[in-house]
């Protein structure tokens, strides 16, 4: 096989396993929509959104942030989002005092109110501090959603999370990349069902707007 050929095996297997992942994705359509309807009705009773994860995650969650409180599109409003991994001196106090696994759950304790909602991400699902985080985020009453990969982990099998979106993937490039994907979507649904008239579904903070997808 020449060169040529081989880089060309190579690079339509990259594709073919991000297409596998995307395809997956929007497969799971239903589930993403209600998260989002589920969200857009926080926002509209004064809920903000508290994001967290680790490393890749942790940028990921500034990320996420910075859409909501800062839209790149005009004319969309700001919503409130704060990135709990965006405070290297407060995870770290945290983690030296409390140990790593209680940085997000001790700033969620801290931090929010019932109205709100907790967005947790782990390329594997086997994050400790996410699962905490979210645990906190869930006895506190808000609405919980998980971003995971490979086969979802500890965090996609806990009833910590109202919805978990997994990545069936064990590449962490392809989990990334889909999980950036699915916060611009997620990003963009919200406003959708935000902006739509009266309070979108019957759903009020303390509850969602059906049954929980998993």
């Given at each position: 096989?020449?060169?040529?050929?081989?880089?060309?095996?190579a690079?339509?297997?990259?594709?073919?396993?991000?297409?596998?992942?995307?395809?997956?994705?929007?497969?799971?359509?239903?589930?993403?929509?209600?998260?989002?309807?589920?969200?857009?009705?926080?926002?509209?009773?004064?809920?903000?959104?508290?994001?967290?994860?680790?490393?890749?995650?942790?940028?990921?969650?500034?990320?996420?942030?910075?859409?909501?409180?800062?839209?790149?599109?005009?004319?969309?409003?700001?919503?409130p989002?704060?990135?709990?991994?965006?405070?290297?001196?407060?995870?770290?106090?945290?983690?030296?005092?409390?140990?790593?696994?209680?940085?997000?759950?001790?700033?969620?304790?801290?931090?929010?109110?019932?109205?709100?909602?907790?967005?947790?991400?782990?390329?594997?699902?086997?994050?400790?501090?996410?699962?905490r985080?979210?645990?906190?985020?869930?006895?506190?009453?808000?609405?919980?959603?998980?971003?995971?990969?490979?086969?979802?982990?500890?965090?996609?099998r806990?009833?910590?999370?109202?919805?978990?979106?997994?990545?069936?993937?064990?590449?962490?490039?392809?989990?990334?990349e889909?999980?950036?994907?699915?916060?611009h979507?997620?990003?963009?649904?919200?406003?959708?069902?935000?902006?739509?008239?009266?309070?979108?579904?019957?759903?009020?903070?303390?509850?969602?707007?059906?049954?929980?997808?998993?």
């Amino acid at each position: 096989m020449s060169v040529t050929s081989t880089m060309q095996v190579a690079v339509s297997e990259a594709f073919a396993r991000r297409d596998r992942a995307a395809r997956a994705l929007a497969e799971d359509a239903g589930r993403i929509a209600r998260a989002c309807q589920d969200m857009a009705v926080r926002f509209r009773h004064g809920g903000k959104l508290i994001v967290f994860g680790n490393g890749g995650g942790g940028t990921d969650a500034a990320h996420i942030a910075v859409e909501f409180m800062h839209p790149v599109i005009v004319g969309k409003r700001a919503l409130p989002a704060i990135a709990l991994s965006n405070d290297a001196a407060t995870v770290s106090g945290v983690g030296n005092r409390e140990g790593l696994a209680e940085t997000f759950a001790h700033q969620v304790h801290r931090w929010a109110d019932p109205a709100d909602m907790a967005l947790g991400i782990s390329r594997d699902g086997r994050c400790e501090n996410v699962l905490r985080g979210l645990e906190m985020a869930k006895a506190l009453g808000l609405f919980t959603f998980a971003l995971a990969g490979g086969d979802g982990g500890p965090l996609a099998r806990s009833p910590a999370a109202d919805h978990v979106l997994t990545v069936a993937s064990d590449d962490p490039a392809v989990v990334k990349e889909i999980h950036v994907t699915a916060y611009h979507v997620l990003w963009e649904l919200v406003h959708v069902f935000y902006e739509q008239p009266g309070p979108p579904g019957d759903a009020t903070p303390g509850g969602t707007s059906g049954e929980a997808a998993r």
